[in-house]
């Protein structure tokens, strides 16, 4: 290497803007999203308190200071609509009250001490506001299979009945006491009939009478037409989606990703629809946020939301991204499991969670289309954990190659980091002291 030639380690000590923990550590944030209708925040585990603290930062400034119109989380419809009338002044919850719905697992992944504070505060903001222009906090995913039909049912009882009994006898073939990935596994395979045909059909009617449904109570039947309309979708996708769960990986996770894609875009419309402005702040994974063009999915097929929001919106998106090198996260061991207070062992060497602490820079925003940081092009590797962290096969588990600059607009770094604190708090869990600790008798 020539003497003086710019490397990945000095790249990042230009470029990056240190944090002090201070009301200007978003201001470079701000200026790139000020033109932008919609910013995706990331997070590298879905159990980290940092994470969340700083996204709730970001999301009160966006919403005071930018017009955003609310939050979309990489949460359930049903789940999220509650919340949502809550912080428009709706209903009889109090903040933790508002987040009772989210029961399915990650329970803590929505349901936890942070994302109270968001909300509580969202509830703040919307006082004295008129209705039309109220933020809201809304849902982007899909599980929510049986709970979406009941909803868009629910729905029909209250403005045509005749339709609610034609939905009953459609849905009925969903047969509401089966487990969705039962009902998927058996569809599949040919055990039972697909309900496809039938889920379509719904959503045909309900999107049908949207105009008759709307000649009545202004904004309020506008909300609950647009609720009803979104789950019937959900049906229509998740019925897809766990079909396609017994036919490999890449097909599950692009349906979820392009319904996601589909439900932002609605809400963006809807808030117009509403007298907003149309731009909304997304909570997700860094594997959701980040264009998945420039990480290892791509080989294997996959798209993400990150990718395809740029694709249909170009320079309106900012994607950002946020990765520790080390620290405590809330975590489960297995697929429905409890969450566990869990050690994120030190970042590998041929990581960029390395390459940042190596800095000695602790925390830090870096921009990264600024030229100064082009030799961040060469591609390596990424850490990621989902609702389950295996620390003993963290290599395998948990890392993928990725271009950062490629991927993401901006990244925010910690070297060592927090875990969330769940509102439904487990007998096992004990602050201060991980389940490795715990049990090593630490």
Same mark, same amino acid.
Request: with cysteine.
């Given at each position: 290497?020539?003497?003086?030639?710019?490397?990945?380690?000095?790249?990042?000590?230009?470029?990056?803007?240190?944090?002090?923990?201070?009301?200007?550590?978003?201001?470079?944030?701000?200026?790139?999203?000020?033109?932008?209708?919609?910013?995706?925040?990331?997070?590298?585990?879905?159990?980290?308190?940092?994470?969340?603290?700083?996204?709730?930062?970001?999301?009160?400034?966006?919403?005071?200071?930018?017009?955003?119109?609310?939050?979309?989380?990489?949460?359930?419809?049903?789940?999220?609509?509650?919340?949502?009338?809550?912080?428009?002044?709706?209903?009889?919850?109090?903040?933790?009250?508002?987040?009772?719905?989210?029961?399915?697992?990650?329970?803590?992944m929505?349901?936890?001490?942070?994302?109270?504070?968001?909300?509580?505060?969202?509830?703040?903001?919307?006082?004295?506001r008129?209705?039309?222009?109220?933020v809201?906090?809304?849902?982007?995913?899909?599980?929510?299979?049986?709970?979406?039909? #009941? +909803?868009?049912?629910?729905? @029909?009882? /209250? %403005?045509?009945?005749?339709?609610?009994?034609?939905? &009953? $006898?459609?849905?009925?073939c969903?047969?509401?006491?089966?487990?969705?990935?039962?009902?998927?596994?058996?569809?599949?395979f040919?055990?039972?009939?697909?309900?496809? #045909? +039938?889920?379509?059909?719904? @959503?045909? /009617? %309900?999107?049908?009478?949207?105009?008759?449904?709307? &000649? $009545?109570?202004?904004?309020p039947?506008?909300?609950?037409?647009?609720?009803?309309?979104?789950?019937?979708?959900?049906?229509?996708?998740?019925?897809?989606?766990?079909?396609?769960?017994?036919?490999?990986?890449?097909?599950?996770?692009?349906?979820?990703?392009?319904?996601?894609?589909?439900?932002?875009?609605?809400?963006?419309?809807?808030?117009v629809?509403?007298?907003?402005?149309?731009?909304?702040?997304?909570?997700?994974?860094?594997?959701?946020?980040?264009?998945?063009?420039?990480?290892?999915?791509?080989?294997?097929?996959?798209?993400?939301?990150?990718?395809?929001?740029?694709?249909?919106?170009?320079d309106?998106?900012?994607?950002v991204?946020?990765?520790?090198?080390?620290?405590?996260?809330?975590?489960?061991?297995?697929?429905?499991?409890?969450?566990?207070?869990?050690?994120?062992?030190?970042?590998?060497?041929?990581s960029?969670?390395?390459?940042?602490?190596?800095?000695?820079?602790?925390?830090?925003?870096?921009?990264?289309?600024e030229?100064?940081?082009?030799?961040?092009?060469e591609?390596?590797?990424?850490?990621?954990?989902?609702?389950?962290?295996?620390?003993?096969?963290?290599?395998?588990?948990?890392?993928?190659?990725?271009?950062?600059?490629?991927?993401?607009?901006?990244?925010?770094?910690?070297?060592?980091?927090?875990?969330?604190?769940?509102?439904?708090?487990?007998?096992?869990?004990e602050?201060?002291?991980?389940?490795?600790?715990?049990?090593?008798?630490?």
């Open positions: 290497m020539r003497e003086g030639a710019r490397t990945p380690f000095t790249a990042v000590r230009d470029a990056a803007v240190r944090l002090e923990g201070g009301a200007h550590d978003y201001d470079a944030l701000m200026e790139m999203a000020t033109d932008r209708r919609f910013v995706l925040l990331g997070e590298a585990t879905h159990g980290t308190s940092e994470f969340y603290r700083m996204r709730d930062e970001i999301t009160r400034r966006l919403v005071g200071e930018c017009g955003f119109d609310g939050v979309a989380v990489e949460g359930d419809c049903p789940d999220s609509w509650r919340v949502s009338r809550y912080v428009q002044g709706q209903g009889g919850d109090d903040a933790e009250g508002a987040l009772a719905d989210f029961r399915r697992f990650p329970v803590w929505w349901r936890n001490r942070q994302v109270a504070e968001l909300v509580r505060w969202l509830r703040g903001f919307n006082t004295g008129p209705l039309e222009r109220r809201g906090f809304y849902g982007l995913d899909l599980y929510s299979l049986y709970r979406s039909a #009941e +909803a868009v049912i629910g729905y @029909l009882d /209250a %403005v045509d009945p005749d339709q609610a009994q034609r939905a &009953r $006898r459609l849905y009925a969903l047969d509401h006491a089966c487990d969705p990935q039962a009902y998927g596994y058996e569809a599949a040919g055990i039972r009939p697909n309900c496809r #045909e +039938a889920a379509v059909a719904q @959503l045909v /009617a %309900v999107r049908a009478r949207m105009c008759e449904y709307l &000649r $009545r109570d202004g904004v039947a506008l909300d609950a037409q647009f609720y009803a309309e979104r789950n019937a979708e959900v049906v229509v996708n998740a019925e897809t989606y766990y079909r396609a769960m017994f036919s490999g990986r890449a097909d599950t996770w692009n349906l979820r990703d392009a319904h996601m894609r589909d439900m932002l875009l609605a809400l963006s419309r809807y808030c629809d509403r007298g907003g402005s149309g731009r909304l702040v997304v909570w997700a994974h860094n594997s959701h946020i980040g264009d998945a063009r420039a990480t290892e999915a791509r080989r294997r097929g996959e798209w993400n939301l990150g990718q395809l929001m740029r694709e249909h919106a170009g309106e998106v900012l994607l991204g946020f990765t520790t090198y080390a620290g405590r996260v809330a975590a489960a061991s297995r697929w429905g499991g409890d969450v566990e207070l869990k050690t994120v062992r030190p970042a590998l060497a041929d960029y969670e390395h390459l940042f602490r190596s800095t000695r820079l602790d925390r830090f925003f870096l921009p990264l289309h030229p100064v940081t082009a030799p961040l092009d591609a390596m590797l990424e850490r990621f954990i989902g609702v389950i962290y295996l620390p003993e096969t963290e290599r395998a588990s948990h890392y993928y190659g990725a271009d950062l600059r490629g991927q993401f607009d901006a990244v925010f770094h910690l070297d060592e980091t927090d875990a969330v604190d769940p509102l439904d708090v487990p007998a096992h869990w602050p201060g002291t991980t389940a490795e600790e715990e049990s090593l008798g630490g």
